[in-house]
């Protein structure tokens, strides 16, 4: 199956920037539909955005305007840009990559194969 590892995370002050990135390890499809989510300790894992196999991406309301998913098939890697941090940004990253049709944005968990280990975003006030 598809490896994927997040890096980027850490610790940011509220109102600044932070970038994310997912790497597929090996020879991977660049058709794949992605998506990131993220889940704060208590909660249930929460869709943040997806990205389609040609580039057309959908946020959730709650991040919308504040970040940016792309991705560089050359690199086999997708990118989360998150600006205008705030703490309830607060949580663990995952990035994800479906196999249904790589048309569609996918916005449940289980729609989701391959998933990595996760990046810890901490955003202080």
């Known amino acids: 199956q598809v490896q994927l590892v997040e890096s980027g995370g850490g610790l940011v002050q509220a109102g600044g920037s932070l970038r994310l990135s997912c790497a597929a390890s090996?020879?991977?499809?660049?058709?794949?539909?992605m998506g990131w989510f993220r889940q704060a300790p208590g909660k249930e894992r929460e869709f943040v955005g997806g990205?389609?196999?040609?580039?057309?991406?959908y946020y959730n309301d709650a991040v919308k305007g504040r970040f940016t998913i792309s991705r560089d098939n050359a690199k086999n890697t997708m990118y989360l840009q998150m600006s205008s941090l705030n703490p309830e940004d607060t949580a663990v990253y995952y990035c994800?990559?479906?196999?249904?049709?790589?048309?569609?944005?996918?916005?449940?968990?289980?729609?989701?194969?391959?998933w990595g280990q996760g990046t810890q975003v901490t955003v202080s006030s």
């Open positions: 990205i389609t196999g040609r580039g057309s991406t």
């Open positions: 090996g020879r991977t499809c660049s058709a794949y539909s």
């Open positions: 994800g990559a479906s196999s249904r049709n790589s048309y569609g944005v996918y916005t449940r968990a289980h729609e989701y194969d391959y």
